[in-house]
């Protein structure tokens, strides 16, 4: 569950400021899933990052799951965000461990025991049965991208936040790790905020929001 009101965000532009969220108030239930899209520099990373608790808006309220974290200092920030799941374009694994233990490590770090038998039915269900023991460098881009959505999910995040996760694959495999991400999502009731630049994305998530002059359109 998400909750903005009235947030506004600034920007310094030249010699002056501009406003890159301007008023923005936006409501998501829990579980739902949506797409953000918008022109470049419309401010939708800036939103995430909001989300996120990354950056802090100058005014208005950003509730997540009850949470105000508008109000929170940079201690309860970290918290929070350890309960978030991020998935970047770039999807920084770590070079020295292996595919297993790459998906294990948001939720291990957060103090969370995950099984050798969670994690290999993870990997099976993101077509990377086989790579368990091998290292990022060894992996293609697509598997890479699974990794990051599996080390997101581990964690069982409340809400995932994902920045073009798709950004780097052709269309074949953006829409099979779409269809994964969403099909993940929905069994384990995650919040689904994703950024995309392609409307055929876009148009398979339920629900799709424009950033537009610092506001969201329907
Ligand atoms: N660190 C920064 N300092 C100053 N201005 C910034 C900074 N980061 C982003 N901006 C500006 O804020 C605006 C929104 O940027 P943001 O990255 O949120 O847009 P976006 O919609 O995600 O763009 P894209 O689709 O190109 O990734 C842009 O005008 C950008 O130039």
Redesign the pocket.
């Known amino acids: 569950m998400i909750q903005l009101d009235e947030i506004t965000f600034r ?3 030249g010699a002056g400021y ?1 406003n ?1 969220l301007d008023g923005l108030s936006w409501s998501v239930s829990g579980a739902e899933q949506v797409a953000l899209t ?12 909001i989300l996120a608790g990354l950056l802090s808006p100058d005014s208005g309220t950003v509730r997540i799951n009850e949470q105000a974290i508008h109000t929170y200092n940079a201690k309860q920030l970290a918290l929070y965000r350890r309960t978030i799941g991020m998935i970047f374009q770039h999807y920084q694994l770590l070079s020295p461990l292996n595919v297993a233990d790459n998906m294990a490590f948001q939720a291990r770090l957060n103090g969370r025991t995950v099984s050798h038998k969670e994690i290999t039915i993870m990997a099976e269900r993101l077509g990377l049965g086989d790579k368990l023991d091998v290292y990022p460098a060894q992996l293609s881009g697509g598997e890479q991208q699974r990794v990051g959505i599996a080390r997101a999910l581990l964690n069982r995040p409340s809400v995932l936040l994902a ?2 996760p798709t950004g780097n694959l052709d269309s074949m495999r953006s829409q099979e790790v779409l269809e994964l991400l969403m099909t993940l999502c929905q069994e384990q009731r995650v919040n689904l905020i994703m ?1 995309t ?1 392609s409307r055929a994305l876009a148009a398979q998530l339920p629900r799709q929001v424009a ?1 537009r002059d610092g506001r969201l359109h329907e």
């Open positions: 920007r310094r532009d501009r890159v918008g022109d470049s520099g419309s401010g939708k990373t800036t939103l995430l990052n920045d073009e950024v630049h950033l």
